[in-house]
């Protein structure tokens, strides 16, 4: 199964991937995960990105449409995987899509995840007061252009999942709440049964 999460920072993405994945045993991608390794071991590639993530900009389309195209190939991924934080662009969704076309593959569900941003405010700044090394990325002066970039970049993806050619593939999910009421709305859009809940 292919699985793709959308939201603004803050939205839960990571959250909420984490336990999907596991639900479902496929491999959970995280984009911004897989670039703050290569920062902090400062590869050719980390210390490229290091600047651009810190400011809360998204780095060139080209540079990680490869490192997911790369990433996916691996074995770990041919049962499926779920993808947090990518596609982020329109270019990177119709990269990604002539990529899966290319292998006469499909992604079975989008999920949007829709928090507003009074919230992600709200929860970013205090993950920021709360880490002993929070991330560069949620200093108090990254947080509105991060959420900015959101609106103006990404949520254009959300139209380009809604058209007619991915017919009932995207599924919008209220990112407010607790986890596992969110976690629950997730399950209960893409057709999966909460076996903890039924037992
Ligand atoms: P990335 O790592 O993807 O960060 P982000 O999208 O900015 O957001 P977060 O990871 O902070 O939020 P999240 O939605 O995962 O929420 P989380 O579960 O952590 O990207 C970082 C950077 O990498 C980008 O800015 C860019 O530079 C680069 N990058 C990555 N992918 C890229 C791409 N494809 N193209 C270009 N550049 C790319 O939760 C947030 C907080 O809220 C936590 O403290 C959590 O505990 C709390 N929380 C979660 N759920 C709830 C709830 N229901 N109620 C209350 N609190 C909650
Ligand atoms: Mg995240």
């Known amino acids: 199964m292919r699985v793709v999460i959308i939201g603004p920072p803050g939205a839960g993405k990571g959250t909420q991937s984490s336990r999907l994945a596991k639900y479902l045993d496929i491999r959970h991608l995280s984009t911004g995960d897989i670039l703050r390794s290569a920062k902090k071991a400062g590869t050719r590639i980390g210390k490229l990105v290091a600047p651009i993530m810190d400011e809360g900009h998204l780095v060139p389309d080209e540079l990680i449409v490869s490192v997911v195209e790369e990433r996916i190939e691996m074995d ?3 049962s499926g995987y779920l993808l947090d934080g990518f596609p982020r662009t329109l270019p990177q969704g119709e990269a990604y899509q002539r990529y899966l076309d290319e292998h006469q593959q499909k992604i079975d569900h989008v999920i949007e995840l829709q928090v507003d941003d009074d ?11 709360k880490m002993e090394n929070p991330r560069e990325d949620d200093k108090p002066e990254a947080i509105p252009r991060r959420i900015e970039v959101y609106h103006s970049e990404t949520s254009p993806l959300v139209d380009f999942y809604s058209t007619e050619r991915f017919n009932g593939v995207l599924k919008v999910i209220a990112g407010i709440g607790t986890m596992d009421e969110v976690f629950q709305r997730i399950l209960t859009e893409i057709g999966q049964e909460d076996q903890s809940l039924a037992s």
């Open 76 to 78: 770990d991924c041919q």
């Open 119 to 129: 919230e992600l405010k709200k929860r970013l700044e205090a993950r920021y007061h």
